[in-house]
């Protein structure tokens, strides 16, 4: 069993950044992709961004490219998402999350079978 635990979530100022972090128990990290996700109140959830370890391709949606990185630690079985140039609407609750074992990242949720609790991040005007 996987268990991913995000931390680094809190309140900043339109332009500010935060880094987030999604620690992983209980797996062998190097097989795993990972991605991030985000749900803002009344909306779906949507995907931010993600990473493939084998190569480590990262792919971004259009909304967060050029603001937000991605990028793993694999000797502290970590992935990370700096945030730059935060904006209002990036407020919403942020979830790392990892597909099956040996399967590549994709954009789509419902590929991604184990979750973290989630991290609120605010962004005020």
């Known amino acids: 069993q996987v268990q991913l635990v995000e931390s680094g979530g809190g309140m900043v100022q339109a332009g500010g950044s935060l880094r987030l972090s999604c620690a992983a128990s209980?797996?062998?990290?190097?097989?795993?992709?990972m991605g991030w996700f985000r749900q803002a109140p009344g909306k779906e959830r949507e995907f931010v961004a993600r990473i493939n370890w084998r190569g480590g391709s990262t792919y971004y949606a259009e909304s967060v490219k050029g603001r937000f990185t991605i990028s793993g630690e694999n000797a502290k079985n970590t992935v990370y998402l700096r945030m730059n140039s935060l904006k209002p609407e990036d407020t919403a609750v942020y979830y790392c999350a990892a597909p099956p074992p040996y399967r590549l990242s994709t954009p789509n949720d419902y590929e991604y079978d184990y979750w973290g609790q989630g991290t609120q991040v605010t962004v005020s005007s």
């Open positions: 209980g797996r062998t990290f190097s097989n795993y992709a």
